[in-house]
């Protein structure tokens, strides 16, 4: 058998999602951040379709090589910047522009000699993750100055809370930072997606999107279609089996679910060796033919099973979608107690990827 389970990302659903990302900050460059694989999309052929970005965020120098070695010729940063100075080489020569948020980097710059970088600092305005505290960043930034290692420094902070609107920690962040305006700075950057879209206070030089060029809403209790984003992904399978079970019949591994009648039960290939998650509960829809269709039982490596009796004309073959076009990869995300992030990272490579343009 060969195996229908695949994943279609459609490119034009990207560009126009990069549209509406610079509809949100006209006055902004965007930095489109493709870490993680393009968020599991595919990191070169995303950053081919976005050719209309600004620059590149990445999160380590192999991720930066693959662009470079495909022509990318933007600026891509390195958010998670260096650890030893023999990284250096590499940033040189791929002409990468790393983020400093420690300084135990500027140190390892201070100490080796080579030609003068663009850079970013970052600013830990209160994520408490990665950055450099605000009263310490002026210090920080005179000595990058004076360094012969650096031709140019950008300044940088990011959000912890801008999924949820309603918490104004993120207005404190800002506050924060804006401490920070009197540096003499190239340009500064806040923004991600959820800054973009629902913090106007958040707008800087640099805007940062990342989940919401891939069609996710990064808001919680909410999907991208609100923001007039479209999925980029859209995950098939198809229906290997169809077969009819009597009352009380356990369906799956650990029999969690009966059937309350007698009953037909398709089964999907597609699994959580696919990348599907396997703690979604019973219920959770897919689309067959269109419509929304409930998972039976638990969901196994290779197959998962549905409730068809509501598709009494099913048949062996019928295309399933899991999530993408139709149904909004964040429902299945809230079913499996995760985020949208997560699941489209996670497709794993025995899935094939074809791109389209429509
Ligand atoms: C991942 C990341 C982003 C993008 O975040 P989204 O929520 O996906 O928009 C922006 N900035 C930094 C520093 C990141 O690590």
Redesign the pocket.
């Given at each position: 058998m060969t195996r229908a389970t695949r994943a279609t990302i459609n490119l034009r659903a990207l560009q126009h999602n990069l549209t509406i990302a610079r509809q949100h900050a006209p006055g902004s460059r965007l930095m489109a951040?493709i870490?993680a694989n393009g968020y599991g999309h595919g990191m070169v052929e995303v950053a081919q379709a976005l050719d209309d970005a600004d620059a590149f965020?990445v999160a380590s120098i192999d991720e930066a090589i693959s662009l470079r070695e495909a022509g990318i010729p933007q600026a891509v940063v390195l958010?998670e910047g260096f650890v030893r100075a023999d990284e250096l080489r590499l940033i040189d020569g791929y002409q990468l522009q790393p983020v400093i948020h420690h300084p135990d980097q500027i140190a390892i710059l201070e100490q080796t000699p080579g030609p003068a970088l663009d850079l970013w600092l970052k600013v830990d305005t209160g994520m408490h993750r990665l950055g450099i505290a605000p009263q310490e960043t002026p210090a920080m930034l005179t000595r990058l100055l004076n360094c012969p290692r650096v031709a140019s420094v950008r300044l940088m902070t990011?959000l912890a809370n801008a999924d949820d609107r309603e918490d104004d920690y993120t207005l404190e962040q800002i506050r924060r930072f804006e401490t920070l305006d009197d540096l003499s700075v190239t340009a500064r950057s806040i923004a991600?997606?959820?800054g973009l879209l629902g913090w106007s206070q958040s707008k800087s030089d640099w805007a940062?999107?990342?989940?919401?060029l891939y069609g996710a809403s990064?808001f919680i209790n909410s999907v991208g279609e609100q923001q007039d984003l479209q999925p980029v992904m859209t995950l098939r399978s198809q229906l290997i089996a169809v077969n009819r079970h009597g009352t009380g019949e356990p369906i799956g591994y650990g029999g969690s679910w009966r059937c309350p009648e007698a009953m037909p039960v398709g089964v999907v290939a597609i699994g959580y060796g696919d990348g599907y998650p396997r703690h979604v509960p019973s219920g959770t829809p897919v689309l067959l033919g269109g419509k929304r269709v409930p998972i039976v039982g638990r969901v196994s490596m290779d197959m998962l099973c549905l409730d068809l009796r509501e598709c009494p004309d099913a048949t062996i073959g019928d295309e399933v979608i899991l999530w993408g076009e139709g149904l909004p990869v964040e429902e299945i995300a809230t079913a499996a107690g995760t985020i949208a992030?997560e699941l489209l990272c996670k497709v794993t490579s025995r899935v094939d990827f074809e791109y389209v343009h429509h």
């Amino acid at each position: 058998m060969t195996r229908a389970t695949r994943a279609t990302i459609n490119l034009r659903a990207l560009q126009h999602n990069l549209t509406i990302a610079r509809q949100h900050a006209p006055g902004s460059r965007l930095m489109a951040i493709i870490k993680a694989n393009g968020y599991g999309h595919g990191m070169v052929e995303v950053a081919q379709a976005l050719d209309d970005a600004d620059a590149f965020g990445v999160a380590s120098i192999d991720e930066a090589i693959s662009l470079r070695e495909a022509g990318i010729p933007q600026a891509v940063v390195l958010l998670e910047g260096f650890v030893r100075a023999d990284e250096l080489r590499l940033i040189d020569g791929y002409q990468l522009q790393p983020v400093i948020h420690h300084p135990d980097q500027i140190a390892i710059l201070e100490q080796t000699p080579g030609p003068a970088l663009d850079l970013w600092l970052k600013v830990d305005t209160g994520m408490h993750r990665l950055g450099i505290a605000p009263q310490e960043t002026p210090a920080m930034l005179t000595r990058l100055l004076n360094c012969p290692r650096v031709a140019s420094v950008r300044l940088m902070t990011h959000l912890a809370n801008a999924d949820d609107r309603e918490d104004d920690y993120t207005l404190e962040q800002i506050r924060r930072f804006e401490t920070l305006d009197d540096l003499s700075v190239t340009a500064r950057s806040i923004a991600n997606s959820a800054g973009l879209l629902g913090w106007s206070q958040s707008k800087s030089d640099w805007a940062r999107p990342g989940i919401m060029l891939y069609g996710a809403s990064p808001f919680i209790n909410s999907v991208g279609e609100q923001q007039d984003l479209q999925p980029v992904m859209t995950l098939r399978s198809q229906l290997i089996a169809v077969n009819r079970h009597g009352t009380g019949e356990p369906i799956g591994y650990g029999g969690s679910w009966r059937c309350p009648e007698a009953m037909p039960v398709g089964v999907v290939a597609i699994g959580y060796g696919d990348g599907y998650p396997r703690h979604v509960p019973s219920g959770t829809p897919v689309l067959l033919g269109g419509k929304r269709v409930p998972i039976v039982g638990r969901v196994s490596m290779d197959m998962l099973c549905l409730d068809l009796r509501e598709c009494p004309d099913a048949t062996i073959g019928d295309e399933v979608i899991l999530w993408g076009e139709g149904l909004p990869v964040e429902e299945i995300a809230t079913a499996a107690g995760t985020i949208a992030y997560e699941l489209l990272c996670k497709v794993t490579s025995r899935v094939d990827f074809e791109y389209v343009h429509h």
